[in-house]
């Protein structure tokens, strides 16, 4: 079955730093979507993305948070200036279509630590 | 916007033994999906149910979604330790966009 790869699988950042999460959806959907799990905690939706433009987001997704496809296969979340509660596990899922019985393709994360 | 209500929070069960999890809706239900993340891992799709009613089957895993479409139930017979993680209900937003989870329930399967 293909794939929804995510790079790096751990990230470690000083507080007050730039990170970029990478994610590669699936080669033919069309919608993309960037999850957070802080530990212990539900699966939040952060923001939801279609042709090249954010299609959705949560209150979650202020403006320290951005993403961007810059290319034909990735997909990039960036957090501006990380604080330590933006500590988790950050997930990029991709869609074919919107239709109902569509399901996400996650991938396997990106577990986040702010020091 | 729509709540999903997971129960229970958490499960011990001993190997060979059946369990429900249960997921509630404050809306009506036009597609619920369920999913199981392992520890530390990401979601893996088990089904999606869209017609009230309906009942899906995979291997040891059954899930309805009742008449009114805003219950469903994930049943697991004969448990097995590889049944153990987390199992999350998810429906789609408002806007149709996103899928909104439950908090999820963590299952262990003990031998």
């Known amino acids: 079955e293909p794939e929804v790869t995510q790079t790096p699988s751990h990230q470690v950042t000083q507080m007050g730093q730039e990170v970029i999460l990478r994610c590669v959806p699936i080669?033919?959907?069309?919608?993309f979507y960037w999850y957070r799990q802080i530990l212990g905690q539900k699966v939040e939706f952060l923001v939801s993305?279609?042709?090249?433009?954010?299609?959705?987001k949560s209150e979650i997704f202020d403006d320290q948070f951005s993403v961007e496809r810059p290319d034909g296969s990735n997909f990039t979340l960036k957090i501006r200036s990380t604080k330590l509660e933006d500590s988790a596990m950050y997930f990029c899922?991709?869609?074919?279509?919107?239709?109902?019985?569509?399901?996400?393709?996650f991938g396997s994360g990106t577990q986040l630590s702010v020091l | 916007s729509q709540e999903l209500e997971q129960s229970p929070q958490s499960l011990i069960v001993q190997e060979g033994k059946n369990l429900t999890i249960n997921c509630t809706s404050s809306?009506?239900?036009?597609?619920l999906y369920w999913y199981k993340q392992k520890y530390g891992e990401g979601l893996i799709f088990l089904m999606m149910?869209?017609?009230?009613?309906e009942e899906k089957s995979h291997e040891k895993i059954t899930a309805k979604l009742d008449e009114k479409k805003q219950q469903s139930s994930l049943h697991i017979t004969a448990s097995q330790p590889s049944h153990a993680g987390i199992y999350l209900c998810?429906?789609?937003?408002?806007?149709?966009?996103?899928?909104?989870f439950g908090k999820g329930t963590s299952l262990l399967v003990t031998p």
């Open positions: 899922a991709s869609r074919d279509t919107l239709a109902t019985n569509e399901k996400l393709f």
């Open positions: 080669s033919n959907h069309l919608y």
């Open positions: 993305f279609y042709n090249n433009e954010i299609s959705e």
């Open positions: 809306k009506t239900l036009y597609g």
């Open positions: 149910l869209q017609k009230g009613g």
């Open positions: 998810g429906a789609d937003s408002n806007s149709g966009y996103a899928l909104n």
